[in-house]
């Protein structure tokens, strides 16, 4: 009990930070914005925003990770902030930073997706959505369209996740095994959890094919 009003403390305060942010932004107060989410960081998670910015999403999660347990709230708070960080650097033009803070952020949101408690002020999942809409005209990385498929598949979104899934396959070193796997947990499920999720049993089983068929076309050439 102890442990879930922390995290939904932590996500509420992270919450009504970005609510601030955004009232700065609004009135063109940039250099304040950002200084209040440095501020921010460093007195909730004893973090600063140039250090955020120069650790990979990865880094940033294994920071608040003890034991193996991921501290939902606080990583769900600092991807809040970067995405908070990411509107200050459009506004100001860096376009490139903007960027690499998005992808930060949804990188973290998909890490806490599973954990995620219910009536957050803030969902991670619904962060996600919003950062995927503001990264629309740029491309993802290949370890974070994997992340997608994943992400894609544990909602339910079967034809977003094997969407996603092709783009990471055709990325170099992408394993055909692992989209090999996708489609037989995917053929295990109802017919109607599979329509439901956009990817019909047949579409499902004509993906597989495929892929079967481009294998052993592959083993032949060797």
């Known amino acids: 009990m102890f442990q879930r009003d922390y995290i939904m403390r932590m996500i509420a305060q992270a919450a009504e930070a970005a609510g601030t942010i955004l009232g700065l932004r609004r009135r063109q107060e940039q250099e304040q914005a950002l200084r209040f989410i440095d501020d921010w960081l460093e007195q909730h998670l ?19 990770t003890t ?3 991921p501290d939902a709230g606080a990583i769900i708070a600092v991807a809040r902030l970067l995405r908070e960080a990411a509107a200050v650097a459009d506004a100001g033009g860096d376009e490139e930073l903007a960027y690499r803070r998005r992808l930060k952020a949804l ?3 998909l890490r806490v997706s599973a954990e995620k408690p219910d009536d957050a002020a803030l969902d991670p999942d619904e962060e996600a959505e919003a950062l995927l809409a503001e990264l629309a005209a740029w491309e ?3 370890s974070l369209t994997l992340g997608l498929a994943h992400w894609c598949e544990r909602r339910g979104r079967y034809a977003e996740a094997e969407n996603w899934l092709y783009e990471w396959l055709e990325s170099e070193g992408a394993d055909r095994k692992t989209a090999v796997a996708f489609y037989k947990r995917l053929l295990k499920l109802p017919d109607e959890r599979l329509a439901g999720g956009g990817l019909p049993r047949e579409e499902a089983e004509a993906g597989l094919a495929a892929l079967d068929a481009e294998e052993s076309g592959t083993d032949k050439e060797g």
Do not use: K, T, Y
């Open 107 to 109: 990188e973290l949101n």
């Open 140 to 142: 993802l990385p290949p």
């Open 67 to 69: 034991a193996g347990v």
């Open 46 to 64: 004893r973090l600063r925003l140039d250090l955020a910015d120069r650790l990979s999403a990865d880094d940033l999660a294994q920071l608040h």
